[in-house]
């Protein structure tokens, strides 16, 4: 069994596909009409689970907690501030060096270096 996909809520997918695709650096994986708006996925390069960016689900609480790796933590904390986002760190911890970000809809990551 693997996981797939990820529901990622959004209340507008243009501005959460600039946001994945720009800063994020993901690529669109699917992008087809949907009875409900668009199936709209992405993805890091070369990673086997997507993330689906839904807009169909306004109830639905964002996530916290999604953890990703980059190699390159600086380098992400700058695009994702020169996009206007709030990213606290790269930190040191215990554990390794990490990242804290959240996406315009108040999904929240922590990027982990890979």
Known sequence: ME???VT???SDQETALAFYTGPLGMG????NPFPMGRWLT?????STTTLLLASWFPEMAPIGGLILTAPDLD???GRLR???TTAD???DAPWGRQLLFQDPFGNGYVVSQS
């Not at 992405?42 to 070369?46: C, M």
């Open 28 to 31: 669109i994986r699917t992008d």
């Open 82 to 84: 020169s996009a206007g």
């Open 3 to 5: 996981i797939s996909t």
């Open 8 to 10: 990622i809520p959004v």
């Open 75 to 77: 380098d992400l904390a």
């Open 89 to 91: 760190g790269p930190a």
């Open 42 to 46: 992405v993805a890091p390069e070369g």
